[in-house]
């Protein structure tokens, strides 16, 4: 059987039955965007004491940005320094800039358009996307972020941290935000023309399977451009890896992972790009689960399940 022809999801040209980065952005661009990831010196307000200390504890003292090359150069180093590792892959690839490590709009406007206004004027920039918290984004930076992106036909992508929508696992997790602030950005980033992407956690201690579904109900329900979803991984450095090595806890297995997230994709629109489908913590300091670091078997995995149930992504949406 040709399972490319015999694909029945619309948003993919390959045996993807759900709506990848990929497809998207080379259905924009006509080749391939890589996204340039970039740590720009930020910290975070769930770890200077603002909202919290110590920050979610699954985040690495690295602040998810563990796999920049040379993130202590200036910024113009580091997108040519990533832009040409990415070369190495796809020759002919365009860089999208990527602020992803801690919270990216965490500073006063007038400090953020001190970064972010040369990577608009930079012709080496397609697109723009800024990972941040769902309570460091408001009205003021949307419009100018707007702004930004008319001027110099820049896409402009907000990635906000949603994780999960239970109130025990923020509490046990320290996330400091709440599914109303995710709300309230993803209707900003609508209102002002900008694209939102939500991060899914699955796996976070104590969540069941229902769980799971509902916090990917309620990002289908807000409707966001994009989604992520991780699997929790532990790693070196976070707060929940050293809770792990006193007390080892039950982790989800790559099967239950794989079941998992073929529910989640059933429900999300198929419009929804799916933007990940497994995490990407540095490997050398995974702790667990060791079969996270096996992304494109997992990817596999998700595809044949997918195959198997003859579903694809938004089925049952
Ligand atoms: S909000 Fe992001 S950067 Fe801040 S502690 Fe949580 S995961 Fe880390």
């Not at 896409?155 to 997790?173: N, V």
């Not at 609508?190 to 992407?197: A, K, P, T």
Request: glycine residues 6%; proline residues 5%; neutral net charge.
């Amino acid at each position: 059987m040709n399972q490319i022809l015999d694909n029945p999801f619309p948003y993919s040209d390959t045996n993807k039955r759900y709506h990848t980065f990929s497809y998207a952005m080379k259905k924009k661009y006509g080749k391939k965007l890589a996204k340039i990831p970039l740590n720009a010196g930020f910290t975070c307000p769930n770890r200077d004491g603002t909202k919290s200390y110590g920050g979610c504890r699954f985040c690495s003292s690295q602040g998810s940005g563990d796999t920049i090359l040379c993130a202590n150069e200036d910024l113009k180093t580091q997108y040519e320094t990533n832009l040409a590792r990415a070369r190495n892959k796809w020759p002919d690839a365009i860089g999208m800039a990527y602020f992803q490590s801690f919270s990216n709009t965490y500073a006063p406007l007038a400090d953020l358009q001190k970064i972010y206004t040369p990577f608009y004027e930079n012709p080496n920039v397609i697109a723009i996307a800024i990972a941040t918290r769902t309570d460091c984004f408001d009205e003021e930076m949307a419009k100018w972020f707007s702004k930004m992106q008319a001027r110099y036909s820049k896409p402009t992508w907000f990635e906000f941290g949603l994780q999960s929508i239970h109130p025990a696992t923020a509490r046990a997790m320290n996330f400091a935000h709440t599914p109303t602030e995710a709300k309230l950005v993803v209707d900003l980033c609508h209102h002002y023309g900008l694209s939102s992407c939500l991060h899914l956690i699955n796996g976070l201690p104590g969540e069941s399977h229902e769980d799971m579904l509902e916090t990917a109900k309620f990002a289908a329900s807000l409707h966001p451009d994009a989604v992520k979803i991780h699997m929790l991984h532990l790693l070196e450095n976070s707060r929940l890896g050293k809770d792990y090595h006193q007390r080892p806890f039950k982790l989800l297995s790559q099967e239950e992972y794989v079941q998992i997230v073929c529910d989640q994709l059933e429900i999300l629109p198929p419009e929804i790009i799916i933007e990940r489908v497994t995490g990407d913590g540095l490997a050398s300091d995974l702790i667990a689960p060791l079969w996270t670091m096996k992304k494109t078997a997992t990817a596999n995995e998700i595809d044949k399940l997918l195959l198997a149930r003859n579903s694809w992504q938004g089925k049952k949406s």
